[in-house]
């Protein structure tokens, strides 16, 4: 009897001791995407800061996130004798996890233009322990330093930038932005807040703002509508507001701290400004504009690479445990429902990273101003429609790698899993909601006549795959894809038809491009062709080939065990 429970918790140390110590040299797939967009040299910078820092994630970040996790933020909002503070009190090992991520230079490669790979290679690594307390910050923060870089006037890049890109946690000024009205957040253009010019540069800004994540920070960034501006987005406002001015809050008073789903231990607030002094950036009828892209694009490329790291993680845990856990005398591996149910939630890790590191490269293509016209309109696209994917399938992956782990999969103190799926969750909330990103992109479609750009990019890899085996799947994919083609250019064209149907037809659109980009990396010749293939077409045979039934493919068992290589011996 006592040999038996021996044995089960045996295999729990085991499968705990089963993760990787350097969580980038073991994880051939990032190193991969990497390795195809990157020089030599780049890469051998990326690689060693990679090593080091998912070292250090493992080490350490990972132990003091689990320390606080159980330790919500506190608002103080008066000292002791009753001056207001406005203070927000966490627990010291939030920043000293804190101090590790700054540290990695996330927020020091964000003022640098051309440095994308870097900044989603760290953002992956820290969010394998899934702290979207930091991470969001770090967002956020990533969104302030380009719309200050691209818009701002000289002086107030000159004051800011220095500490938004400091290495040092405790030298470093945070960034966030508030656009969210208790009446509408995807409804921008529903902003009320107003703005008054005092006639000496600054502003004064009043209102309520109804989300406003890192309520903590040193500066926010918020649109507010100037006294006699138009309605609708048009008429809006972006400023800056530093936190306090001679020491004290600078015209705001927050009312109170959310109690969320997830992404716990950072603070969102509901605030009220009352004449915050305020500076514009750039013109004051840009405001939307430059919010949108600067700010909003970025932060919906780093919410896909956050989900990223979440599926990896995912994946990390269900595989490892899927190798010790014994049930009716196998180890469960060996059950062919959970090894199809290891390799599904591994393909969609794979496809994601694919998808966010090719959007990656044409994000540091527009950071750098270097994008070509069709490679800007790929990018208007992919950002909004990769992050509407990857933040679904992160739920979706996170959810599936808890039911591996069985009855313990739902316990917060057997792995990190249950935060994994709160703070997924609240990753699909912020940054977009899925319809109203599968509304913009069906208006971007038309408004800037790109259907064509958007479906040639996948036609053209996958037509592009010539090696047979490679080619066959590409041309099922291709089947389905003219398919797709066909229900977007109705969906464009008839606004009825696509107001209620192109939601399904974009999510198997960026599957097309997932897949075309698993092939062609299949295609160059190295250890990790065979994987990539079979992830390639067990996603076919999932979201494109709708005549596709596996249980009347024989190969698909072997697509499986391709799919998993070793991962579960
Ligand atoms: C944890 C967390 C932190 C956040 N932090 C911030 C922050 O720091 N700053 C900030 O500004 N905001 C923040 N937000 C707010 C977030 O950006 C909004 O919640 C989000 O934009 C959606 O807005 P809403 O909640 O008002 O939903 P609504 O806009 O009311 O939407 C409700 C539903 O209607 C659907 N819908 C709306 N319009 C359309 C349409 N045209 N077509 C089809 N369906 C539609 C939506 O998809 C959604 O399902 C945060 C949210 C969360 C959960």
């Known amino acids: 009897m006592t040999d038996a429970f021996d044995t089960a918790r045996e295999a729990f140390e085991a499968w705990r001791s089963d993760f990787p110590d350097d969580p980038y040299s073991t994880d051939h797939h990032l190193d991969h995407v990497n390795s195809r967009y990157l020089s030599e040299e780049r890469l051998a910078g990326v690689r060693e800061m990679g090593s080091a820092f998912g070292r250090t ?8 996130v689990e320390s606080y996790q159980r330790h919500d933020p506190e608002l103080v909002k008066f000292d002791g004798i009753g001056n207001r503070t406005e203070e927000i009190r966490f627990d010291p090992a939030y920043h000293e996890a804190g101090a590790l ?22 953002f992956y690594l820290a969010s394998l322990e899934g702290e979207m307390g930091h991470m969001c910050a770090a967002t956020c923060t990533t969104g302030m330093i380009r719309v200050l870089r691209r818009s701002a006037s ?11 890109t ?29 703005a008054i010019e005092r006639g000496d540069g600054s502003w004064h800004v009043s209102g309520e703002k109804w989300f406003c994540s890192i309520a903590d920070a040193d500066a926010f960034l918020v649109l507010a509508r100037p006294e006699g501006a138009a309605s609708g ?22 009312r109170r701290l959310k109690d969320k789903l997830g992404t716990m231990s950072m603070a969102s607030a509901e605030i009220d400004f009352e004449n915050a002094v305020a500076y514009p950036i750039g013109n004051v009828d840009d405001g939307f504009k430059i919010m949108v892209t600067a700010m909003l694009n970025t932060s919906r490329w780093m919410n896909a690479v956050g989900d990223v790291g979440i599926m990896r993680r995912a994946y990390l845990e269900a595989s ?34 694919h998808s966010t590191w090719a959007l990656t490269s044409l994000d540091e293509q527009v950071d750098l101003g270097t994008a070509s016209e069709s490679d800007a309109a790929f990018h208007r696209y992919l950002v909004n429609a990769n992050k509407l994917t990857c933040s679904l399938a992160a739920t979706q992956t996170v959810r599936e790698a808890v039911e591996i782990l069985g009855g313990n999969g739902a316990i917060e103190t057997f792995s990190v899993l249950p935060r994994l799926l709160r703070d997924a969750v609240v990753y699909e909330q912020w ?34 795959i010539t090696e047979p085996v490679l080619a066959t799947i590409a041309s099922r994919a291709l089947a389905g894809l003219d398919e797709l083609a066909a229900e977007t250019r109705r969906s464009v064209e008839d606004a009825g038809h696509g107001a209620m149907h192109f939601r399904s037809t974009l999510e198997r659109l960026v599957r097309g491009h997932q897949i075309a980009l698993l ?43 391709e799919l998993l290589g070793t991962d579960l011996d």
């Open 233 to 254: 987005t048009k008429g809006l406002g972006c400023f800056i507001i530093p936190r306090l001015i001679d020491g004290a809050p600078n015209g705001f008073s927050i």
């Open 166 to 194: 400091a290495v040092d946690y405790g030298d470093a000024l945070r960034g966030s932005q508030f656009l969210t009205e208790v009446q509408g957040g995807s409804d921008v253009g529903s902003v009320a807040s107003p």
């Open 320 to 353: 490892a445990y899927a190798r010790h856990r014994e049930a009716f005398g196998r180890r469960i591996a060996e059950f062919p429902l959970v090894r199809r149910q290891i390799a599904q939630i591994k393909a969609e890790w794979m496809a994601a990273l």
């Open 519 to 561: 092939l062609d990396s299949a295609q160059h010749p190295g250890p990790l062709a065979t994987e990539l293939a079979a992830a390639a077409s067990f996603l076919v045979g999932k979201y494109l080939d709708r005549s596709y039934r596996p249980e009347y493919d024989l190969a698909f068992d072997q697509t499986i065990t």
């Open 57 to 64: 994630v493992v080490e350490n970040l990972g132990p003091l």
């Open 101 to 122: 991520v700054w540290a990695s230079g996330l927020l020091r490669d964000a003022g640098t233009p051309g440095l994308s790979f870097e900044q989603a290679t760290s």
């Open 154 to 164: 000289a002086s107030i890049r000159d004051q800011y930038m220095p500490a938004l």
């Open 431 to 464: 940054e977009g909601t899925h319809n109203t990103l599968t509304a913009q992109v069906l208006r971007d479609l038309g408004r800037l006549d790109i259907t064509s750009t958007v479906i040639d990019r996948t036609a053209i890899l996958l037509k592009s």
